[in-house]
Each structure stands twice: as C-alpha cells, then as structure tokens.
T-cell receptor, first 112, second 115 residues
C-alpha cells in the first residue's frame, strides 16, 4: 500500500520568513495530494490540494508543488504569520476507492 | 449545517475492556473514514465506509472493527484494549464517493485513555 514520508517533523521560522515542508510517496499510481492543517486542540482542515496533472498550485500565501517523477510534493508558505503555527499533514491517494494515507505531520512554529 | 459529531469526546478504560465510539457525519455525506492519531505517528488510517460497506481497512489488528448504518452514522469498536490503544480517534466524512473529488471533514475526535 501507499507510504507517505514527511519532513521535517518540527520547523521553527521567524515571522515573515518562508516555510517549506516536503513529502515523498511510494505508490506511483497516487494522483491526489492534499494538505491538512491542524491547529492546537482543533480538527484537521484541508488547506490546499493538487492532482497529478498539475505541477504547481497557489492560493494566496500557500503553494504546493508536485514532482511525479521523483514522487515528492512540497508545501510552501510565504510571509509566515503567527496564525500559521500548527501541525501540517500531507497525504496521498490513488483516487477512487483508495484511502487517503497521511504523513506523520510537521509542527510549524512561527516566532514573532 | 452541523459538522461531524463524535461521541464520547473523552473516555477512560482499563486494559482488557472494550470501547465503542460513534460518529455522525455531515448530513448528506455517505463516506466515513476513521483515523487514529498519536504523537509522532500522525494520522493512521483505520477504515473507510461508504453506503454501509467497508471499502478499505488499514493495517490494524482484528480487535479494531467498525460499521456504518443506513443513516450513514458509523461506529468503531476496539476490543481487549491495550495501553497502546490510547489515542485520539478521528472520524471524517465526505460528500464524494471518491477520495480525490471530496474534502474530508473531520470531527473533533474521541480521546481514549487506556489505563
């Protein structure tokens, strides 16, 4: 089955700097890659996703890139703010009936 | 529209006991997935149901089971509890039958402590 590795496990950045979180996946058939954000004590929520027919997607200060050949995808957050502090999870799925498999998460701390 | 509701929110059990957790999805959502969240292990997939059928099962022992009812509500059961079963159990529902066409909406979770 699918296996998703996520790095780093913790990340601290100064407010205003950029943050990058990287994930690799094992199943070349995977074609859907969402990112979820979980603030302290709250439920995970989808922030952005990308499909295999797209190399990059942006939404304001966040962007996701996908390299299907290397089987890795990344989350980029620019101009970080304290409210970006949370645990971020990447995930991968082959679509259809296949389940969404998550990475172990990255705890991002934005220092004011 | 009400979100995903999980009950109970907190519970404490002792080793060897069993537990049943409940999940009510968003109205109209027919897909329900369960995940176990522990520090350092992230979100580990338990199982997924769609229209009362289990479509997928994660790599967990047979002590973990679940079901979905005709109203899409789902329950999961863990028998013969072990200390390592202590975790936050998250339920997520989706409007779509396919993972890549529907966002997962998570509940707040049921935090299980096994003593």
């Amino acid at each position: 089955g699918e296996n998703v590795e996520q790095h780093p496990s913790t990340l601290s950045v100064q407010e205003g700097d950029s943050a990058v979180i990287k994930c690799t996946y094992s199943d070349s058939a995977s074609n859907y890659f969402p990112w979820y954000k979980q603030e302290l004590g709250k439920r995970p929520q989808l922030i952005i996703d990308i499909r295999s027919n797209v190399g990059e997607k942006k939404d304001q200060r966040i962007a996701v890139t996908l390299n299907k050949t290397a089987k890795h995808f990344s989350l980029h957050i620019t101009e970080t703010q304290p409210e970006d502090s949370a645990v971020y999870f990447c995930a991968a799925s082959g679509g259809g009936n296949t389940p969404l498999v998550f990475g172990k998460g990255t705890r991002l701390s934005v220092i004011a | 529209k009400a979100g995903v509701t999980q009950t109970p929110r907190y519970l404490i059990k002792t080793r060897g006991q069993q537990v049943t957790l409940s999940c009510s999805p968003i109205s109209g959502h027919r897909s329900v997935s369960w995940y176990q969240q522990t520090p350092g292990q992230g979100l580990q997939f338990l199982f997924e149901y769609f229209s009362e059928t289990q479509r997928n099962k994660g790599n967990f022992p047979g002590r973990f089971s679940g079901r979905q009812f005709s109203n899409s509500r789902s329950e999961m059961n863990v028998s013969t509890l072990e200390l390592g079963d202590s975790a936050l159990y998250l339920c997520a529902s989706s409007l779509s039958a396919s993972v890549d066409t529907g966002e997962l909406f998570f509940g707040e979770g049921s935090r299980l402590t096994v003593l």
